[in-house]
């Protein structure tokens, strides 16, 4: 650094002094935003030694690449959404509140990660079953579309083309003629076959809402965060049953039977 300083005095002058001292700040005002932003550590370690060993070209990099936005009117919904979670959060925990002493040790522990991450209360009242088989959980989302009365909500991030997803959808048009109220929300990019084909449109014509999540702009995309994706995926029939977990709308026999 002293020699660096020296060259550049000689050659431009002493006001270059200040060289070093600029450096320093821009280190340690880049290595604040990087920890405020709590980034993975690898990632963090790497930025902040390309900052160090080349400022200006690590600075550039970094506004360019390093960092993608949500976006203003994105995150307008997520701070509405978020009040939105809390009252509804209370009004659980003020009617329907499980009391935690009366839970396992390992229970107890998993309520209390819960509600300190995302503000879920553990609440009484409820039977959980676990199911395994994804065909006959096809058959059973079936099943509870035939017997439904009011309402059918689907959230997934893959809703499939073929097999049993597709009469799935049959079911839903169905549940939807006959006055049941459906809504369907889909990741734009993890449904983006089905998006392409007849289904959005014959689920609209039947009176199905059909909502796209999180649509890719390509004209933004290089500006905005692509990672942001819709991952949940929750089945929710007359506002009394409930599946959820890790499965898509997929049938394993025919989903990506075609990619080696």
């Given at each position: ?61 970094y ?167 819709l991952?949940r ?28």
């Open positions: 650094m002293n020699i660096i300083n020296f060259l550049l005095g000689s050659i431009f002058g002493e006001s270059f002094i200040w060289v070093p001292i600029l450096h320093i700040v821009v280190v340690i005002l880049f290595g604040y935003r990087l920890i405020s932003v709590r980034r993975p550590v690898g990632v963090v370690l790497a930025w902040f030694l390309i900052v160090v060993l080349f400022p200006l070209i690590g600075i550039s990099l506004i360019l690449i390093g960092e993608r936005p949500v976006g203003r009117k994105l995150t307008r919904k997520i701070i509405r959404m978020d009040r939105e979670y809390a009252a509804i959060s209370e009004t659980m925990r003020q009617r329907h509140l499980a009391d935690r002493a009366q839970l396992p040790p390992e229970g107890r522990a998993l309520s209390l990660l819960a509600e300190s991450k995302n503000g879920s209360p553990v609440t009484a009242g409820n039977q959980i079953q676990l199911f395994t088989n994804s065909l006959d959980i096809l058959q059973d989302f079936i099943n509870e579309i035939n017997q439904a009365q009011h309402t059918l909500y689907l959230e997934f991030y893959i809703w499939a083309l073929g097999g049993d997803a597709d009469r799935v959808g049959e079911a839903l048009i169905a549940a939807a003629k006959r006055g049941v109220k459906c809504k369907v929300l889909l990741d734009s990019l993890g449904s983006k076959d089905w998006f392409k084909s007849n289904w959005p449109a014959r689920f609209r014509r039947s009176g199905i809402q059909v909502t796209e999540a999180l649509p890719i702009q390509i004209g933004r995309f290089q500006f905005r965060r692509a990672d942001l994706r991952h995926k929750i089945f929710v029939i007359d506002s009394h049953i409930v599946w959820t977990g890790s499965m898509n709308m997929v049938d394993p026999r025919t989903f990506k039977q075609d990619s080696g």
